[in-house]
């Protein structure tokens, strides 16, 4: 995921399924996670942080 103010990112959701792995980049302008398993198809990536 690319965006700006990503640091503190505690989790990402793939259509409402938690992905695994959560890594983000020291910039906290990118973040990598694994997927899910899924059906082919679009979905809504949500990130979020713990405040």
Do not use: E
Given at each position: ?51
């Amino acid at each position: 995921m690319i965006g700006t103010d990503l640091t503190g990112a505690t989790a990402v959701t793939f259509g409402g399924s938690p992905g695994n792995d959560i890594v983000v980049d020291p910039s906290g302008c990118s973040l990598t996670v694994a997927c899910p398993p899924k059906r082919a198809g679009s979905c809504d990536v949500c990130s979020s942080t713990v405040c």
